[in-house]
């Protein structure tokens, strides 16, 4: 868990599927930066297309996406000299990992961060998105 001056915070790495569905994690503290951990999210997956907001705009990000094999559709960074294009129309979808975060909040000691501890938060959104997952399979009603 990292300092911040409220107090304790943590940082939670995501990545989804074209569901929406969660792939796999990490959790830092609330003080790194979000482009620090993109490369070892989607190191050992595959995907035709890697969506993702202005901050993911890194060249080495870029890089290691078209290293995959996929296509990187992240808008460039207002700053850059050179504007890299990219598909607007497929960037539209990016809106499901939103939607993933918003499906992993009802969980409610996962909105308020009950956990004190790293490896308890961490087990806790582990059993978070493992449900999530299980909720196609498993009928509730």
Same mark, same amino acid.
Not at 19 to 44: E, K, M, S, W, Y
Not at 76 to 86: D, E, F, G, L, S
Not at 125 to 132: E, Q
């Given at each position: 868990?990292?300092?911040?001056? &409220? =107090?304790?915070?943590?940082?939670?790495?995501?990545?989804?599927?074209? $569901? #929406?569905?969660?792939?796999?994690?990490?959790?830092? &503290? =609330?003080?790194?930066?979000?482009?620090?951990?993109?490369?070892?999210? $989607? #190191?050992?997956?595959?995907?035709?297309?890697?969506?993702?907001?202005?901050?993911?705009?890194?060249?080495?990000?870029?890089?290691?996406?078209?290293a995959m094999g996929a296509k990187a559709v992240i808008p460039p960074k207002r700053n850059r000299k050179v504007q890299r294009a990219y598909d607007k129309d497929l960037y539209k979808?990016?809106?499901?990992?939103?939607?993933?975060?918003?499906k992993l909040k009802c969980f409610r000691r996962f909105a308020t961060r009950y956990e004190?501890?790293?490896?308890?938060?961490?087990?806790?959104?582990?059993?978070?998105?493992?449900?999530?997952?299980?909720?196609?399979?498993?009928?509730?009603?």
């Amino acid at each position: 868990m990292g300092r911040s001056r &409220g =107090g304790l915070t943590t940082k939670i790495h995501l990545l989804s599927n074209e $569901l #929406g569905l969660p792939l796999d994690f990490h959790i830092t &503290g =609330g003080q790194v930066n979000d482009c620090t951990q993109a490369v070892a999210l $989607l #190191g050992r997956h595959k995907a035709e297309a890697v969506l993702a907001d202005k901050g993911y705009d890194a060249d080495a990000i870029v890089e290691h996406i078209q290293a995959m094999g996929a296509k990187a559709v992240i808008p460039p960074k207002r700053n850059r000299k050179v504007q890299r294009a990219y598909d607007k129309d497929l960037y539209k979808q990016r809106n499901r990992i939103e939607r993933c975060f918003s499906k992993l909040k009802c969980f409610r000691r996962f909105a308020t961060r009950y956990e004190k501890s790293k490896a308890c938060f961490k087990a806790l959104v582990a059993l978070a998105c493992a449900w999530l997952h299980l909720v196609l399979y498993v009928d509730t009603a």
